[in-house]
Structures are given as C-alpha cells and as structure tokens.
C-alpha cells in the first residue's frame, strides 16, 4: 500500500490535472471524475506498487487512459451507447434551431450502417483516434478507415444534395489518397474540407492546395476546438465552420466566399499567394499595406507573376521593359531587380524572387511553415 502522505500529496497535486486528461476523451463530468477516483483507489489499495512524484503521471496518464478506453468498450456492448451518441449529434443541431437541417442530419445519420454510424459518431463526436476506436471497437485500424470512409460517402451525399438544391454544381472526391491532385484536375471554385479524412488530414490539404493557389478552402468540420480552427486559418483557410452547421448559414458562408472571389476578379486582381496585383496601375496589396510600384517594378513583378512558377529569361524581360533585347545594359535589369526586392522585403516577400544564375528569374511558390 503507498505511503499515506505521499498518497494525500499526489492526489491534491494531480487529481485536477488527470481529470482535465479524462476529459479530452470524455464529456461527462460525472463520468470522468468517477474514473480519476477510481484509478486513485486502485492505487491506494494496490500492494507493491512503487511509486513516487517522479513516475506517478506519466502511469496516472497511462491507467487512466486505458480506463477511458475500457469505459468505452463497455459502453459499446450496451444498445442505448449508439442511441445516446446520435441523440447527442441531434443535440448539436437541434441548438441550430432549423427544422429542415435537423431533418437533414437525422435522414444522413438514419443511413448509416450501425458500423459505420459508430465509428463516425465516436470521431466526430467523442473525437477519438484512429487506433482508439479500433481497441474500443474491437476491430482493425483498416477497418475503421472503412467504415470512416463509408460514412463520409454517405454524408457528403447529404451534404451534395444541400448545395445542388441550392443552385451549385457539386463534385465529390473520390480519391483521398489523391485529394490535392484530383483538386487540381477539377479546378473548382470552392473547396469544402473536413479535417477528419482518410489518409491525410484536412490540415495538410489545405495546406497544399493554398501553397500551390488551387482555390477557396471553407473547412466544415466537427472540430469545435480553437486551436484547430486557428491552425486552419494559419494555412490559408478562407472560412471555418463546425459541424452540425445550420444550412442556411453554410449557404450564406459559401455565397459571401464565392462574391468575394468574383469581386477581385472583376476588380482585376492577380493572386501572388501572400500579396494581390493589380496589373492596370501596378499597386501591390500585401497583408494590410498597398504600395504603388514603380512601371518598370510593376511590370517585372506582373511577368514573374503570370510565369509563375516558370523561368523567365532576361531577354523576354528585355522586350517586357524596353521592347528590344538589343543594345541594354545589363545593370539596368540589375537595378530595377534591387528596388523591386527591397520593397517587397518590407512585407516579407523579397525571397519569393529567385535569381538562376545565367537564365534569368522566377517568382516561386508561397511556402507555408
């Protein structure tokens, strides 16, 4: 049995932290308190159990883990866990107050497989792992991308007939193995993107198809956490919503990306990826400054730009500037190359400009860090 005074030390010390632990797997208050206890009693009464400040969380970490899992395989035996679970996801929509949505969730979560509806409903709404549900679930990490997978099949379906009623042409993807090149190959205006897909992470396609300037990303996903939709927003995601999502708002989302988008088309605007170009008057928006460039500035920038991420040699920057590659001196390319890069450094963009020694210049693609 531990030591009475070493007990009563840990317990005050720790009891909080490992119910805030619980709590990243389980929503009942009541629940994960009665974990956290209990994992302090077993400890209490267990004989040879040494221990002392040193290795006591990361086996408090450890026990109560396996005990959250256990909680779920328990639970999972029981009918009404999977009825709780969609009662739960109904409640989230029902907080919406839209009667049409609220048919809509129940009608997609009404045609899933009871398999595939209980892997989605503890990804989606317990926010388990992969292997998690698998141990809790009793089957292989394949299967549950699977069953992940048929899920989503079938809710993106909803999700489709929500927009076509709306008036859009929807494509679902096909390959998530393949999303960003499947993006590309289909060139679309807006890009609807969860976080929780097979394969790779919302995160890290959002994050390629924004470096590489594929589209609008509005991410639409059961992730409700801050830090996740600040992440999202740090790659390059034009919007962010949590799902279940009241429809109308989701409409109106869409519509403001889609007019915002078609507002800087008609306005001209060419996308750098990290700043806009106006290539009538050669005034560069970046963040929240503007500079108006210089001609010879502007139009050097705006072929880069329109060859991006292509070479361009000095002579067809010869003909953009002076209309001859014939009699020019070098060093006047030189020089307007130096004013150029040292306005963009002001806003963090001179390194986009890369110099290929003896072929000419290119503007590179935004690297996102």
């Known amino acids: 049995m531990v030591n009475e005074l070493l007990f009563e030390q840990l317990f005050r010390m720790y009891y909080a932290e490992l119910c805030r632990y619980a709590s990243r797997y389980l929503s009942d208050k009541q629940i994960v308190e009665d974990i956290v206890q209990s994992f302090f009693i077993a400890v209490w009464e267990k004989d040879g159990l040494t221990i002392n400040r040193d290795n006591f969380l990361p086996y408090a970490y450890r026990s109560v883990y396996n005990r959250c899992l256990n909680y779920y395989k328990a639970e999972l035996s029981k009918e009404s866990f999977l009825a709780s679970l969609v009662e739960e996801w109904n409640g ?52 549950v991308k699977y069953h992940l997978g048929e899920a989503f099949r079938i809710m993106r379906e909803e999700l489709i007939d929500v927009l076509e009623k709306a008036g859009y042409d929807a494509v679902p993807l096909l390959d998530f193995e393949n999303a960003v090149s499947q993006i590309m190959s289909l060139s679309p205006d807006l890009i609807l993107l969860d976080i929780n897909l097979p394969f790779h992470s919302g995160f890290e396609i959002c994050k390629e198809v924004k470096a590489k300037q594929l589209g609008t990303v509005l991410i639409l996903t059961a992730r409700d956490k801050l830090q996740d939709e600040l992440h999202a927003l740090g790659l390059g995601a034009d919007d962010y919503l949590t799902k279940p999502c009241n ?71 010869f003909h953009v500037l002076w209309g001859t590659a014939e009699f020019i001196d070098e060093n006047a390319l030189q020089v307007n190359f130096t004013r150029l890069r040292k306005t963009l450094r002001e806003v963090g963009l001179d390194v986009r400009i890369e110099t290929v020694r003896g072929q000419g210049y290119r503007l590179k693609e935004q690297v996102e860090v």
């Open 92 to 143: 989230q929509a029902e907080e919406e107050n839209d009667f049409r949505y609220k048919q809509e969730v129940r009608e997609a979560l009404r045609k899933l497989p009871p398999k595939c509806k209980q892997v989605f409903l503890l990804k989606c709404i317990k926010g388990l792992k992969y292997k998690e549900i698998a141990e809790v679930s009793g089957i292989s990490v394949n299967t």
């Open 247 to 317: 429809t109308e708002r989701l409409l109106a989302r869409i519509k403001n990306l889609l007019r915002r988008k078609e507002e800087q088309m008609q306005q001209g605007l060419l996308n750098g990826g990290g700043f806009l170009l106006d290539p009538n008057t050669f005034t560069l928006y970046a963040g929240k400054k503007s500079y108006v460039l210089p001609q010879n500035e502007g139009k050097i920038l705006l072929t880069l730009l329109k060859s991006s991420p292509n070479l361009v040699s000095k002579s067809d920057l």
